[in-house]
């Protein structure tokens, strides 16, 4: 029979072997790299380089899309005062995970800034989610219902108000 001689396996065992080696070296060394990216972006976002976290935001974001890192990302375009983008991308934070309340809150915190509280309403009144409904009850605004048809009366009719949430009626 045929027979390999040994020196030329062991030269194909260390060879494969090293092959391994590297593959897994390298992905191993990859996700080193996307954590050091993060940490770098993060530690540039608490030292106020807003620019450059948002880059390193931006280039994980390529790797690893979540809500996390897109609303890292927004806090920094935000703070870059590039707030439309920063938005967008709170909102985009929201489609991935429809019960992210730090999300909520970024955009809350935007349109509050600015006094747009319809806008408030609308985001929280869209929500399906009713966590987020519950976190955020104090900005939701409902309609009042009433126990009496519309029409004009005669006489005064003593009118109760209640709420059937924890939320305050003012």
Do not use: W
């Not at 309403?121 to 409904?133: C, F, G, P, Q, V």
């Not at 029409?151 to 009118?159: S, V």
């Not at 209640?162 to 009626?169: F, K, L, V």
């Amino acid at each position: 029979g045929f027979t390999i001689p040994r020196f030329i396996l062991y030269t194909l065992f260390i060879i494969t072997g090293g092959v391994v080696v590297f593959l897994i070296t390298r992905d191993y060394q990859h996700a080193d790299s996307f954590q050091d990216k993060v940490e770098n972006a993060k530690n540039a976002y608490v030292n106020k380089q807003y620019k450059e976290a948002a880059n390193l935001f931006e280039d994980v974001l390529k790797t690893q899309y979540d809500g996390e890192l897109l609303i890292s990302y927004a806090d920094c375009l935000y703070e870059m005062g590039e707030t439309d983008r920063a938005l967008s991308n709170y909102y985009a934070a929201i489609e991935l995970d429809p019960e992210n309340e730090m999300a909520y809150a970024r955009i809350i915190t935007m349109y509050e800034e600015n006094d747009e509280f319809e806008e408030i309403n609308k985001l929280l009144m869209s929500s399906n989610s009713e966590k987020i409904r519950t976190a955020f009850q104090n900005y939701i605004v409902l309609t009042p219902e009433y126990n009496y048809e519309s029409g004009t009366y005669n006489r005064a009719i003593p009118l109760k108000i209640s709420t059937d949430t924890s939320g305050e009626i003012y």
